[in-house]
């Protein structure tokens, strides 16, 4: 297996790069989700700032920024803490998963591929079980 490097999109690239993975989607439905599931994960995510990260697989996700913890508690009864890294990949493996069965289309299609690639790069994070604990 390949390993999967994360590449910061910075801040000019940002709107042509999910412009190019999910059009105006992203800023209509995933993007807006993605915030709501954080919110709903951690009580003590309260917004702010996010970085975007393209993955060498064609992955994407994004993160809050933040250098602490958060406490999170999911619906499957997953209770702990994750990095602001780990709460951005669940909320995105959620809204993906969420996405790709709810919506149809290109939009469907790309939100199930994009969530496989995310996975793909979970299984090498540092914090590795406590998100799959979350997502499963």
Request: aromatic content about 14%; hydrophobic content about 45%.
């Amino acid at each position: 297996m390949t390993h999967i490097y994360i590449d910061p999109v910075p801040e000019f690239r940002r709107g042509a790069h999910t412009a190019a993975l999910f059009g105006l989607n992203f800023s209509l439905r995933l993007e807006p989700f993605v915030f709501s599931v954080a919110g709903q994960l951690s009580p003590d995510y309260r917004g702010g700032y996010w970085h975007f990260y393209a993955l060498s697989n064609g992955g994407f996700y994004m993160a809050p920024q933040s250098d602490g913890l958060f406490a999170v508690a999911c619906e499957n009864g997953f209770e702990g803490q994750l990095s602001a890294d780990a709460l951005g990949i669940t909320a995105c493996m959620y809204a993906y998963g969420h996405l790709s069965f709810v919506s149809e289309g290109e939009f469907a299609e790309t939100c199930a591929e994009q969530y496989h690639l995310l996975r793909d790069h979970v299984m090498e994070h540092r914090e590795v079980t406590a998100i799959l604990a979350a997502i499963d």
